[in-house]
């Protein structure tokens, strides 16, 4: 859905705005019964009341689509204080057989809740809320308005496509790029402990929220499924006024090349795509170089296993930086397995697949094709990454030290720069752009939290990984879908390798559905078929497992 090729998109903007296990989806019909959102390691010994002084959604207010079988509101605000009243509303999409309607005589109808009716084995009580995030390159989203209402529900990938098989589609505007870390994930949060507060009038079940997005959206769908009620959004919640004694924990997160961790992304970057820079001066290689260096410390102290529950590290080679070690052998697997992929999905219209494998190997052989298996091994990640996911011309990908950016600024319009690790490398080498990177880490915002602080909010393995503070603090979600185009030059293969590794050591995670796509970008990549079919295949498989 939305589909769209944001290559470079993230790495331009910031630079130009200065599971417990693996599981398989089944089939069959989705359970008629709810669940609770994620896991979390502390549970309340008593739930906290309500507080809000926001009214519920208006009943009498719906509207109706006249050439579809949806009831709407657009324009519910969903906070008691919103920071830009442009993107802090939400619109509601409902099937219609979900509501027993009574026009009012001005256009819009009175409904109340139909206990009874089905699509597709769920009811109004039952049936998943979709949450599309979007928000490429971590810009803003705005609330959906009557003029830009038709494109939602008649434009190429229209609401219809969620709520003709049962789902309910619930868009919520949110703070982007402009106004710092954590303004997104913050408006995002107060839009789930909205549905919640109004879970039991408005169709959908507020324990089956699955957020969607792709590149920054991506992103920011993986926070939001990591961070569910972490105290550390608690002073940003309160300012806008979200409701609180509600949870703002989702059930599942489904993203398409996520560009996030953005606290390791310089580093991860240049560990594996830094081998493909042309001409670079002394200095340039000094700064790639330690970037990748700081990426081996930092992946071996990690903490990432496989699914044995063995170590993956990095050891020391002769041909690169680390080049070797049980987790270089599961990367490259990992590469292998997409390209296997394709070759197994693919009926080639001219040739075979033994010739696509020689075209690859035209300049120099880097592939062994198995003819008789029709699989495929590489001679190594460095090779995989000089044919096909070279590093784009900007040496730094993310936080450039002359220009920083607004990301993780103070919503003044200034930049900020937010990269530790290589603010670290600028200061061994003596570089002159050191000292700008350290009083923008040591500067605070309005809640007192420095960049690194926000930095933690907006860093998913600080949720999910048991070598970080974050992990046990917050409720993470139980379902998740990972796709990335795996010759995307945008951010490191590592970046979705590490989350889905994460993921599957996280107790209480019950799917982590995670697979690179051999010849896609940046973009909604699928093996096959259309991406909104597979996703809403995919929730229906994990629902149909709960009891």
Not at 81 to 93: G, I, M, N, Q, T
Not at 112 to 132: H, S, V
Not at 492 to 510: F, H, I, M, R, S
Request: charged share 20%; with cysteine; aromatic share 10%.
């Amino acid at each position: 859905m939305f589909k769209k090729t944001f290559a470079i998109l993230l790495t331009l903007c910031l630079a130009a705005s200065a599971a417990a296990g693996c599981g398989n989806s089944g089939t069959g019909t989705p359970s008629a019964t709810g669940d609770s959102a994620g896991t979390t390691a502390q549970a309340a010994t008593e739930a906290p009341a309500v507080k809000t002084s926001l009214p519920k959604l208006d009943m009498s207010k719906w509207q109706q689509d006249p050439d579809s079988a949806v009831y709407y509101q657009i324009g519910i605000t969903y906070c008691e204080s919103p920071a830009d009243e442009r993107y802090e509303k939400l619109a509601v999409f409902v099937p219609a057989a979900y509501l027993d309607a009574t026009a009012n005589g001005d256009g819009t109808f009175t409904c109340k809740l139909n206990e009874t009716a089905e699509i597709n084995g769920y009811t109004a009580a039952t049936a998943p809320i979709a949450m599309p995030i979007i928000t490429p390159g971590y810009y803003a989203a705005e609330a959906i308005t009557e003029e830009t209402l038709p494109m939602v529900m008649h434009g190429m990938h229209p609401v219809t496509d969620l709520t003709d098989k049962g789902l309910v589609y619930v868009f919520p505007g949110c703070r982007g790029i402009d106004e710092g870390v954590p303004s997104g994930v913050t408006d995002l949060k107060a839009a789930v402990r909205y549905l919640r507060y109004c879970d039991d009038i408005i169709p959908g079940s507020a324990e089956r929220i699955f957020a969607f997005g792709s590149s920054g959206g991506g992103a920011q769908s993986t926070i939001l499924g990591a961070a569910g009620d972490s105290a550390l959004y608690d002073p940003y919640l309160e300012k806008i006024g979200a409701v609180s004694g509600v949870s703002d924990a989702i059930a599942g997160s489904i993203s398409w090349c996520p560009i996030t961790d953005l606290d390791t992304a310089n580093a991860e970057y240049e560990w594996m795509m830094g081998c493909t820079r042309e001409g670079r001066t002394a200095e340039e290689d000094a700064i790639s170089d330690g970037l990748a260096n700081a990426f081996v410390t930092y992946l071996n102290s990690a903490g990432f296993t496989d699914a044995g529950g063995n170590a993956l590290t990095l050891t020391e080679s002769a041909e690169g930086i680390y080049q070797a070690g049980s987790y270089y052998e599961y990367l490259k697997s990992v590469i292998e397995q997409s390209l296997n992929n394709y070759l197994s999905d693919t009926t080639f219209r001219q040739g075979t697949a033994e010739d696509y494998i020689n075209d690859l190997n035209a300049d120099k052989p880097w592939i062994t094709y198995d003819k008789a298996t029709n699989t495929a091994t590489i001679t190594s990640i460095a090779d995989f990454v000089k044919h096909c996911k070279r590093a784009t011309d900007l040496l730094v990908a993310f936080d450039q030290p002359t220009s920083g950016n607004n990301l993780f600024g103070y919503g003044d319009g200034k930049p900020s720069h937010f990269d530790k690790i290589l603010a670290d490398v600028l200061t061994s080498l003596n570089h002159p752009a050191a000292a700008s990177y350290h009083e923008d880490l040591a500067k605070t915002d309005a809640c007192c939290n420095t960049v690194l602080q926000r930095m933690d909010m907006y860093t998913p393995l600080y949720y999910l990984m048991k070598s970080r503070d974050g992990c046990g603090k917050s409720t993470v979600a139980k379902y998740w879908r990972i796709r990335s185009g795996i010759e995307q030059a945008n951010t490191a293969l590592t970046t979705e390798v590490n989350l889905a590794l994460a993921l599957a050591q996280c107790d209480g995670v019950k799917n982590v559905d995670f697979e690179t796509v051999w010849e896609q970008d940046h973009t909604e990549a699928e093996r096959t078929g259309d991406s909104t079919e597979n996703f809403v295949a995919w929730i229906n498989a994990c629902l149909m497992t709960e009891s």
